[in-house]
């Protein structure tokens, strides 16, 4: 059975740092594309970046609002799945879930999902 | 970058048909088939229902059903039933190699 269990979520004070986790346990997570997806209390979701396999190149891709604050990493001896997110403002407070991408089905979609670890930036 | 166009709420009796729509543009819902649909319930993550465009996952009822037709993708749900009562949201991946989700629908069973 697939899971994704993130955490590290919690209060930040606007330009803080915070450090989200995913735990993934019943497929090959090495050879696994992974995304982070958030969404914003009462709003919809919105797609905040992947990283792929190292396999394929383990590179990153990221949305415009928080390309050059956020980076995504990985380490494959741990299945684990990292969100570093700097310079963090109002507008990131979120749940932010942890997704695998291609593990089920092979197309760029979102097919496993965490139960999402909520992130608060506030004064 | 604005999210794909859904409308904000649909609603059906049980066993009626509804379909939620999904616009965008050249380079993403028009451009790739790659439009997937995720439900949501109240306090849930978001579950898979289709995928490049058609395609149900395993487990998936075949009441759910997608199609696309130019820069609009639709989700329709036959047969409605009360479980299905939740929001449900679009995504399609885009020519900058990065994703755009739909700002979602709410379907409410009458």
């Known amino acids: 059975e697939v899971q994704l269990v993130e955490s590290g979520g919690g209060l930040v004070k606007p330009g803080g740092s915070l450090r989200l986790s995913c735990a993934a346990s019943?497929?090959?997570?090495?050879?696994?594309?992974m995304s982070w997806v958030r969404q914003a209390p009462g709003k919809g979701l919105e797609w905040v970046g992947r990283?792929?396999?190292?396999?394929?190149?383990?590179?990153?891709d990221y949305a415009a609002p928080v390309k050059g604050r956020f980076t995504i990493s990985r380490d494959d001896s741990k299945n684990t799945l990292y969100l570093q997110m700097n310079s963090l403002k109002t507008e990131d407070t979120a749940v932010y879930y942890c997704t695998t991408e291609a593990v089920a089905v092979a197309s760029p979609v979102f097919d496993y999902w965490g139960q999402g670890t909520l992130v608060t930036v506030s004064s | 970058q604005s999210a794909l166009t859904q409308p904000a709420s649909v609603s059906g009796s049980p066993g009626q048909s509804i379909t939620i729509s999904c616009t965008g543009t050249?380079?993403?819902?028009?451009?790739?088939?790659?439009v997937s649909w995720y439900q949501q319930h109240p306090g849930k993550a978001p579950k898979l229902m289709i995928y490049?465009?058609?395609n149900r996952p395993s487990g998936v009822s075949n009441r759910f059903s997608g199609s696309k037709s130019g820069n609009t993708a639709s989700l329709t749900i036959s047969g409605l039933q009360a479980e299905d009562e939740a929001d449900y949201y679009c995504?399609?991946?885009?020519?900058?190699?990065?994703?755009?989700f739909g700002g979602g629908t709410k379907l409410t069973v009458l």
């Open positions: 490049e465009v058609s």
């Open positions: 995504s399609s991946y885009t020519s900058s190699s990065t994703f755009r």
């Open positions: 019943g497929f090959t997570f090495s050879n696994a594309w």
């Open positions: 990283i792929k396999s190292k396999t394929d190149g383990g590179t990153t």
């Open positions: 050249s380079s993403d819902v028009g451009g790739y088939n790659y």
